[in-house]
């Protein structure tokens, strides 16, 4: 029998990775590489012999990770081992290593020949702006799917890292430590940061494997998990390829399996043409209703691109309110599922600097900070394309000429116009569902209950314009706002006072100098105090607990500690040159708690963290000037 270690939290039976439940519907319900249609052709298959090709009438290619010598982990996500169920502790075990190295393939049968298979995704896309043709993954292995039974949440497992598929293209399959590290935090820390992402269970060095990029590196391998690693990507190869069938196969998956069903998905608005006037799209709508005129009737398929638009404007609305910066929005780093994917050159934002763009490849910014909500909507449009011809068929999506044959002549302009206009209303909706969600979150971020017309202009906008222009630390700002009392800010002289807090210890590197800043920041406080105090008080006092719980209900939205550029740099370099290992599980313990006042000394989870007080109060401190603002290549 095999060894069975449970781990009991609340209602929660954490199991060992081998007996955690696995699928793999995806592979069950979509068409595999004719090639090697099936994982035993696949597995016979000498594992240098799957080199990159093109792939065609399939939607993945079955392909097992390259098998690594004496890997050894360096450190896994508690958060990831709780929210799939793997029990405390199996990180120590052999089958544990080997499954996050890609040595043992679970569900896998060898003397039989049959079972569950790892596999890798085919799909193309636009890399700035431009038709990029097939692309797929070219290093990304899935291994299968888990479903936590405590959450009945389903998460796909994958290695990052993990060798040669059909996909690579030029490349090799791997990943280096140094990308692998910063992939590892920042996967979890934007989900403790409440920001839709993919997550990371591990990270293992792969002593063996040496990296060629600018110069040659150690490997390794980030085990990372998701709803779904589908992305705008999937569906542009089909469309470029002219594949009617399997696009409406794909979009049928996403909807019933990875979206939970038909009828999850938004009904029509009230008045398409009036978004923000509208309530919240109902939902429980069946599959084959058709809602709205006939110009603009919308169908099932129509319901699935809006939920993926709304999925993405929420989560871009979420980067732009924490100062999150992706560095590479192509429609293949675009997630169907609404997520923060596929992370190269990514930021936090420091001093506040609306042109930023994490990537020193993107000469022209179009993935820069101010651009992102732009580029995350052109990419989506891009999808639309692509599900035009369902969305445009209205009525007759079911028809089964229409299914079969596709679009006639003497109804194409009416089906195009009915696609145009429904993306174009959704587009709207788009711009809707971001700035409602991107003010509720800077309304908190700024300790306010309440929304006031106003706000956007006098306290939002007008912020934004004075970091950019005294070139004030996005996340530090809301952080330090978070302990300042009300009645601090009485007088212009302690507004004035006060305003040094904001600032880098090294003064005011932007426009005007210190006096004209502290002038400028004087003055806003002046307007968030008024609002405060008609927020929280009467209008023109506050009581002391009052003040207490805005500041308490702030430090819980502003966090103490973000993963920023400097921060990742000196990890990297400490666990590559150095050697060093704990310093590893330190900047996920404070990735995972971002809010945290402290976190040395204290007690999480019922165990006592030890911490590094020095290097916490480093971290979560003032940016080195020399870290500002980095910049990394594409190339990990």
């Known amino acids: 029998m095999p060894r069975i270690a449970t781990f009991i939290a609340g209602n929660a039976t954490a199991l060992p990775i081998n007996d955690i439940p696995k699928s793999w519907t995806f592979t069950s319900k979509l068409p595999p590489d004719s090639v090697l249609p099936t994982p035993a052709d696949s597995h016979k298959t000498p594992r240098d012999q799957i080199v990159p090709r093109q792939v065609r009438d399939a939607l993945f290619t079955w392909v097992r990770p390259m098998t690594v010598e004496k890997p050894e982990l360096l450190a896994v996500s508690p958060a990831a081992m709780r929210d799939l169920g793997i029990a405390e502790g199996d990180e120590q075990t052999e089958d544990f290593v080997n499954t996050v190295a890609g040595n043992k393939l ?22 700035f702006g431009q038709w990029a043709g097939q692309l797929g993954d070219g290093r990304a292995i899935s291994l299968f799917e888990t479903t936590n039974p405590s959450t009945g949440v389903r998460y796909e497992l994958q290695l990052k890292g993990a060798g040669l598929t059909p996909y690579s293209r030029f490349a090799d399959g791997k990943a280096v430590l140094r990308s692998s590290i910063r992939e590892f935090v920042v996967s979890e820390a934007l989900n403790a940061l409440r920001i839709p992402s993919t997550r990371a269970l591990s990270l293992t060095l792969l002593p063996g494997v040496k990296v060629r990029r600018e110069t040659i590196e150690p490997g390794a391998i980030v085990a990372r998990f998701a709803q779904s690693w589908l992305r705008i990507g999937n569906f542009d190869i089909l469309r470029a390829r002219g594949d009617r069938d399997l696009i409406r196969k794909l979009a049928t998956y996403v909807a019933e399996d990875v979206f939970g069903g038909w009828e999850t998905l938004p009904g029509r608005l009230e008045d398409p043409d009036k978004q923000a006037e509208s309530a919240p799209p109902k939902r429980g709508i069946p599959a084959d209703a058709i809602e709205g005129p006939p110009e ?26 924490y100062g999150f910066m992706n560095g590479v929005l192509n429609t293949d780093n675009t997630s169907i599922c609404g997520l923060s994917i596929d992370f190269g050159p990514f930021a ?9 763009t994490p990537n020193h490849d993107d ?42 044959d596709g679009v006639k002549e003497d109804e194409a302009d009416g089906i195009v116009s009915r696609a145009e206009k429904i993306i174009m209303q959704t587009g709207e909706e ?25 706000d956007f202009k006098e306290l939002i906008s007008e912020l934004l314009d004075t970091m950019e222009s005294l070139e004030l630390d996005f996340n530090l700002f809301f952080r330090r706002l978070s302990s300042v009392k009300v009645d601090e800010l009485e007088t212009e002289a302690a507004r004035e006072d ?47 607990e009052q003040d207490k719980e805005r500041m308490g209900a702030m430090k819980k939205v502003n966090p103490n500690f973000v993963p920023r550029g400097w921060i990742l740099d000196e990890v990297i370099k400490r666990v590559e040159k150095n050697d060093e290992r704990d310093v590893l599980d330190r900047v996920m313990h404070m990735a995972l708690h ?43």
């Open 106 to 127: 679970q569900g896998w049968d060898e003397e039989k020949q049959e079972g569950g298979y790892p596999w890798a995704q085919c799909y193309g896309g636009f890399q």
């Open 296 to 321: 603009s009737e919308e169908n099932r398929f129509t319901r699935l691109y809006r939920e993926i638009v709304r999925r993405n404007a929420l989560t871009v609305a979420k980067w732009q309110a």
């Open 348 to 356: 936090f934002m420091d001093n506040f600097d609306p042109n930023y």
């Open 363 to 404: 000469f022209m910014l179009r993935y820069s900070y101010k651009n992102q909500p732009t580029i995350i909507w052109w990419n989506l449009v891009r999808l639309g394309e692509s599900l035009g011809e369902s969305i445009g068929a209205g009525s007759q999506v079911d028809d089964p000429t229409f299914v079969k």
């Open 430 to 454: 788009y711009k809707a569902v971001f700035l409602a969600e991107y003010k509720r979150l800077m309304t908190a971020r700024l300790g306010l209950k309440n929304q006031k017309e106003d």
């Open 498 to 544: 006060k305003a040094g807090v904001f600032f880098y210890s090294d003064g005011v590197t932007g426009a005007g100098g210190e006096k004209e800043g502290r002038k400028r920041v004087g003055k806003w406080l002046d307007r968030w105090r008024q609002r405060v105090l008609e927020d929280w008080g009467d209008g023109k006092t506050v009581s002391e």
């Open 594 to 636: 971002p809010f945290e006042e402290n976190w040395a000394g204290r007690t999480f989870d019922g165990k006592e963290y030890e911490g590094d007080k020095d290097e916490e109060t480093r971290w979560t401190g003032d940016v080195p000037r020399v870290g500002r603002a980095m910049q990394c290549s594409c190339s990990s």
